[in-house]
């Protein structure tokens, strides 16, 4: 890994990368920006996905995307080369992994005769059913991104495995 760390030129990204992985699976970064530049988490997150994804060219050098490259300096790297490159291939390939884990939950909720829809970026259950499906949910994108969901506003660290499709 050190190799692919010096031929990016992005040394340290290993190490970056644990502790922005404990910062999203703790749910605490949108937190940690709002604290420091004292604003609520909901504007802190839409500021820092609104520089993620490219929204505005001015949003980039957004207080709270800034604040992030200070904590984050090897991700603001890539995420710049990434939006050099090609502005929308970050958030298309979020995108796809959304799509994916959408999917196979509908599948594996089709297979155990629990009635979904997937509606924007949510997916719609009977009330009944809500845990079920939010295991399944989370279990799923765990599985794509190596990152604990939060689901339906709650943090979850566990992969149920009678959730999954055989």
Do not use: W
Not at 1 to 12: C, D, S, T
């Amino acid at each position: 890994m050190i190799e692919a760390e010096k031929k990016f030129k992005v040394l340290g990204g290993i190490e970056e990368a644990k502790k922005l992985t404990e910062e999203l699976e703790s749910g605490r970064l949108y937190d940690s920006l709002a604290i420091t530049l004292r604003i609520e988490a909901k504007a802190a997150k839409k500021r820092f996905l609104a520089a993620l994804n490219g929204e505005d060219k001015h949003t980039y050098n957004d207080a709270v995307f800034l604040e992030f490259g200070r904590r984050f300096p090897v991700a603001k790297k890539v995420i710049g080369m990434i939006r050099r490159g090609d502005r929308k291939r970050l958030n298309r390939k979020m995108a796809g992994i959304l799509a994916d884990v959408i999917k196979l939950t509908i599948e594996t909720c089709a297979k155990l005769e629990l009635p979904v829809y997937p509606r924007t970026d949510e997916i719609v259950c009977r009330q009944r059913d809500e845990a079920k499906v939010h295991e399944i949910l989370s279990a799923y994108f765990l599985d794509q991104t190596f990152v604990h969901a939060k689901v339906g506003g709650r943090r979850v660290s566990f992969i149920p495995t009678q959730a999954r499709a055989e």
